[in-house]
């Protein structure tokens, strides 16, 4: 799951051009995703793995490192 995010992230929505993100990386904090970006995440992360994710989802908490959105995506697909 965290390669997959990983590899969307930097392929698809980074700012600038990443060799690699840590797992507790602060991905809006280190200018890696911008607010659009998050969005864009958000959209792939529910088509990829088929959830759902609430407007109040949305958090900080949830989605600022690739490590807090693996733990969210996991305590949605159980």
């Known amino acids: 799951m965290t390669d997959k ?9 980074s700012m600038e051009p990443v060799d ?3 797992l507790e990386e602060d991905l809006l904090g280190n200018g890696i995703v911008d607010s ?3 969005m864009q995440l958000v959209v792939f992360l529910e088509k990829e ?11 900080v908490e949830n989605f600022n490192t690739v490590s807090s959105i ?6 949605k697909l159980n």
Do not use: N, Q, R, W
Not at 49 to 59: L, S
């Open 70 to 75: 693996s733990e969210y995506l996991s305590t």
């Open 36 to 38: 659009l970006g998050m």
């Open 5 to 13: 995010i990983i590899s969307y992230i930097k392929t698809e929505i």
């Open 49 to 59: 793995f088929k959830v759902k994710i609430a407007p109040e989802d949305m958090t």
């Open 20 to 22: 690699d993100i840590d």
